[in-house]
């Protein structure tokens, strides 16, 4: 053989890796590494296994590579055993490398083909963990816990079965990795015969929990099912028939179950959040539930009586957290829609807040409680940011929180972030009549007319007689110099409302339009109003300001500033308080509110 015809050095060690089998193990090696990725992927999941213990095989699989290679060169197999590899016999790899190219080095293909395996597993495994995924998680991760029934044949305890139901929701919204429907658009869904794949259409979910609780003196029994609402197929069910004071264990065992049976990803922080107890005294619990029931009515008696539930249930636990949240939410909203004044609700919401976080800082409901007070009554707008922003990573699925952080956000002038904000609310509980109304808000402050207008007319179709959204068209429609519809919109709103809603805005409008004695006539009518109840400085401030009296208009205004009021703040872009922006005072008054910073 010449010195030209001499293999390579390079030809010479392929024929090596060859002899060896060092080829044939990568591949082999990568296809099974392949094969557990995927079925670790698919099971630990199931068994509430926590993500590390996936990176864990991953990385062991991805370190075992290197080490099978080394043993694969340097071991063979053969009939006695396992033994060192033997040198190459005289001209041995110069055979090898003379084969044809078609018998050549087909093992060194499937080395590279196992390797891509390995790699290919990997990324799949790792495919959603690359960055914050804005959209939410996958459509396949979606469920919408339906009102359970309440099967003890007492409607007495209709607030149990409910309580039970919003349980489970607040246990899965902590969840970062599944997308669950809030309370406000299943519980339209009770008792109903619509089907589940309509309910599944309608509020955007994959899969569909029902159940339904018995109660019975010191016992209960509680039977749920996971579905898949395309196929009717039962993905999950079990019954409980335990102690009442095994409550919170089925909560969490539900909660779990479910996480696995949709495979969605649980971080030890997550499982940790979703097993906490929140209270070990069960008449504190029965108190509480009774509390939440009411405070969703949203009503001036309902929340009185939420607040009084939540305050007895803190007289037995004083360190039930999320007591306190309900004690200060129920004061926050009281505040924010008129029916309290600043102070009665500031301080006492504020504080239960605080006490909230000092019992459970990892409560993600308490952080956004805290947040609404910051921003609403305090203007403290980095803090309520801050407390937003901490509360949303706890409790990703809170469609309040979303949506308070969006209305923040509109009102720092932050229109898109508001928008993205209050959308991810909406997709979170689509059915909220306060949500849609409050995206169309959004929508009219951003500048987008006829998106805004659409959006409160969803909003009105939902509930007719809601008032909100009639007050929201109002302001888009004077916006555009509308103001017949305006007028429309807001009697309309005054007819259905019990916070005064209409009459502020219907003095500004026709003070605008020069029926200075109707609008007159509207201020004597919250003077009147304002002997009997809180009546918010902004009503008075809008009329004056329609009526051309500008510095009455301020004085209201510097007023309202005093007190805290919790309106203040996004009243500022309606058309009652926008037309006095010129004003050197309304600079002054948005530095006062941080507006300007």
């Known amino acids: 053989m010449s010195v030209t015809d001499r293999p ?10 060859k002899r060896r089998q060092v080829f044939k193990v990568a591949a082999v090696y990568g296809a099974v590494a392949f094969a ?43 009939p006695e055993g396992v033994r060192k590899t033997d040198p190459a ?8 490398v003379a084969q044809p190219p078609g018998r050549r080095w087909p093992a060194g293909l499937f080395a590279l083909a196992g390797i891509a395996l390995l790699a290919l597993g990997g990324w799949w495994v790792y495919r959603d963990a690359g960055g914050a995924d804005v959209s939410g998680p996958p459509p396949g991760r979606s469920i919408a816990v339906l009102p359970f029934a309440n099967m003890s044949g007492d409607p007495a305890n209709e607030y149990f ?28 869904f009770k008792e109903t015969d619509t089907s589940l794949r309509q309910i599944a259409a309608e509020l955007g979910v994959a899969t569909i929990l029902e159940g339904g609780v018995q109660r019975s003196g010191d016992r209960v029994r509680i039977n749920a099912q996971l579905i898949d609402a395309a196929t009717d197929e039962h993905l999950w069910a079990e019954q409980y028939n335990r102690r009442l004071t095994d409550v919170f264990e089925i909560q969490t065992d539900v909660a779990l179950k479910i996480a696995g049976a949709l495979q969605a990803r649980l971080s030890p922080e997550e499982r940790g959040r979703v097993e906490r107890r929140p209270t070990e005294n069960l008449e504190a619990y029965n108190l509480y539930l009774r509390g939440r029931y009411f405070w969703n009515q949203r009503t001036p008696e309902g929340l009185q009586a939420a607040i009084d539930y939540f305050e007895q249930a803190l007289e037995i636990d004083a360190d039930y957290a999320l007591a306190w949240v309900g004690l200060a939410d129920s004061y926050s909203i009281s505040g924010n829609w008129g029916y309290l004044s600043p102070e009665e609700t500031h301080d006492r919401a504020k504080s239960a807040a605080l006490k909230a976080l000092e019992i459970d800082e990892t409560l993600g409901e308490a952080h ?67 949500i849609n109304q409050s995206l169309g808000s959004s929508l009219r402050t951003a500048g987008e007319h006829e998106r805004a207008v659409a959006q409160l007319q969803k909003a009105r179709q939902l509930d007719p007689d809601f008032a909100g959204p009639y007050q929201e068209l109002g302001f888009a429609y004077e916006d555009v110099g509308a103001f017949e519809d305006a007028i429309d919109a807001y009697q309309r709103a005054l007819e259905l409302s019990e916070e005064l809603i209409g009459i502020g805005e219907l003095g500004h ?33 809008m009329i004056h300001a329609g009526l051309g009296e500008t510095d009455l208009a301020f004085e209201r205004i510097e007023r309202s500033l005093e007190e805290g009021d919790a309106t203040l703040l996004w009243r500022l872009e309606t058309p009652g308080l926008a037309e006095l922006r010129p004003d050197p005072r309304f600079a002054e008054l948005e530095r006062k509110l941080g507006l300007r910073e």
Do not use: C, N
């Open 36 to 78: 557990l990725m995927q079925a670790v992927d698919i099971a630990f999941p199931r068994f509430g296994l926590p993500d590390w213990t996936v990176t864990f095989v991953v990385a062991l699989l991805a370190v075992g590579l290197p080490i099978a290679v080394v043993l694969a060169w340097a071991l063979e197999m053969t």
């Open 161 to 188: 079965s409910d309580g039970i139901t919003d349980d489970i929701i607040t246990h899965l919204s902590k969840l970062a990795d599944l997308k669950v429907i809030s309370r406000t658009s299943v519980m339209r």
């Open 8 to 17: 390579k050095h390079y030809q010479i060690l392929l024929a090596e890796l």
């Open 89 to 96: 016999a005289s001209g041995e790899l110069e055979a090898i």
């Open 368 to 434: 956004i409680a805290l947040a609404q007070i910051l921003g609403g009554y305090e203007w403290e707008l980095e803090g309520a940011q801050t407390a937003y922003l901490s509360g949303i990573a706890l409790s990703p699925g809170y469609a309040t929180g979303h949506q308070w952080y969006g209305t923040l956000l509109s009102a720092l002038g932050r229109d898109d972030e508001a928008v993205r904000e209050l959308e991810r609310a909406l997709e979170l509980d689509p059915l909220s009549l306060i």
């Open 509 to 541: 409008v026709y003070g605008a339009m020069g029926r200075t004695e109707d609008a007159l006539e509207m201020l004597r009518e919250l003077e009147e109003q304002a002997t009997t109840r809180y009546v918010s400085p902004i009503e008075f401030a």
